[in-house]
């Protein structure tokens, strides 16, 4: 097939992670060109070099809605020219407001698009002007991916199209990076993920900061940037936990923090799959998440492979810390079992679910 898959950006973020992957990994036996309206000199994720890149550079911010009007216009032309260009077969479209303006593109080009839900559309705010667009827009997919089958309930207000669940694919850890003995593991927390309201890491640092002094020989690395850094930043300071909780920043390779990693922790208000969650657990990182609407608990096996606590319960949320930090046997057990998950998400399955998927709408 000639595949031309579109993304906003592959300057971070799990979705971009994981286009990257599944276009370089489609370009084996298929013609793929991968468009994104950033530019391609942006880049943090890259691409195998039998895939042809385009980026678009179209990102940008809007003062108003009439801004906002026009620029969609001008991203919607350069997506079709783009798309038009590269004479696929079928559309692979990734992430919400992407997929609305790749739908509205091709609308004249006769090509079916696919389009994949990275996150829990119920939960994901795109306000009321995108959410207009959506409901005009997907009922023109020719199929809809999601990674759950909550998310595959809310896809199903926009859409009679075929939906398919492909949950998340992880890549297993290099063989010189795993460590099977927790006591060989540095006695540090890590949380990975952007730095935005919906990944609540202002509850981790407060849980964290109300752990019993026994407990205070922890430490907290918090890997990923985004537009809270400054108010978290504060709130450490405030806590006085500047010697105990470190922001990391962006970070190139994350399996190198994991390697070491004492325990991991996911408090995400939402989910669509948590990746971070599934590369911890594949490296033998003992986990713990808030139960959140989807994800954590389709991946962890309360009590067996992670630890899973309730969403809006912070004293939940310090005991479940505290009770993973303290527990040695409980550490080793869940890194013994949560490596286990390599299994349930490969990339061989995945990849092949999705080239299922775009054959049935170009059959």
Same mark, same amino acid.
């Given at each position: 097939?000639? %595949?031309?898959? *579109? !993304?906003? =950006?592959?300057?971070?973020?799990? @979705?971009?992670?994981?286009m /990257?992957?599944? $276009? +370089? #990994? ?14 391609a ?10 895939v ?12 108003? %809605?009439?801004? *906002? !009007?026009? =620029?969609?216009?001008?991203?919607? @032309?350069?997506?079709?020219? /783009?798309?038009? $260009? +590269? #004479? ?33 559309p ?14 005009w827009?997907?009922?023109r ?9 909550a ?6 207000a ?35 993920g ?34 809270q ?78 630890l899973?606590v ?15 930090l ?6 080793q ?18 990849v ?12």
């Amino acid at each position: 097939m000639r %595949i031309t898959c *579109a !993304i906003h =950006s592959l300057t971070g973020g799990g @979705a971009e992670r994981v286009m /990257a992957g599944l $276009a +370089s #990994r489609l370009a084996v036996q298929h013609s793929v060109t991968l468009i994104t309206l950033d530019a391609a000199a942006l880049d943090r994720y890259r691409c195998d070099d039998a895939v042809v890149r385009i980026g678009l550079d179209q990102m940008s911010e809007s003062g108003s %809605i009439f801004e *906002a !009007i026009s =620029s969609n216009r001008r991203r919607i @032309a350069a997506i079709r020219a /783009a798309v038009a $260009a +590269s #004479r696929p077969d079928v559309v692979l479209s990734f992430c919400d407001k992407m997929n609305i303006l790749t739908l509205a593109a091709c609308k004249p080009l006769a090509v079916p698009v696919v389009v994949s839900e990275r996150s829990q559309p119920a939960h994901q705010p795109i306000g009321r002007f995108w959410e207009t667009l959506r409901r005009w827009h997907y009922p023109r997919a020719a199929a809809c991916i999601v990674q759950t089958a909550a998310a595959g309930r809310a896809v199903g207000a926009w859409t009679s199209a075929q939906t398919t669940i492909i949950p998340a694919a992880i890549d297993p850890p290099q063989a010189d990076r795993i460590v099977d003995d927790v006591d060989r593991r540095d006695k540090t927390l890590v949380s990975v993920g952007r730095l935005s309201e919906e990944k609540q890491i202002d509850r981790l640092i407060d849980a964290f900061g109300r752990l019993p002094e026994s407990l205070h020989d922890w430490n907290l690395k918090i890997c990923g940037d985004g537009p809270q850094r400054a108010a978290l930043a504060k709130q450490i300071e405030t806590l006085r936990l500047n010697d105990r909780v470190e922001l990391c920043g962006w970070c190139d390779d994350v399996g190198a923090v994991l390697a070491g990693a004492g325990a991991f922790a996911l408090t995400s208000r939402y989910e669509g799959f948590p990746n971070a969650l599934l590369e911890a657990m594949v490296s033998g990182v003992p986990s713990l998440s808030v139960d959140c609407d989807s994800g954590p608990g389709e991946i962890i096996d309360d009590c067996e492979t992670g630890l899973i606590v309730e969403q809006d319960d912070p004293d939940a949320l310090t005991a479940g810390l505290a009770r993973l930090l303290a527990d040695r046997d409980l550490r080793q057990r869940l890194s013994d079992a949560g490596r286990l998950v390599v299994d349930r998400y490969s990339w061989d399955r995945f990849v092949k679910a999705y080239v299922d998927v775009l054959r049935s709408v170009t059959a």
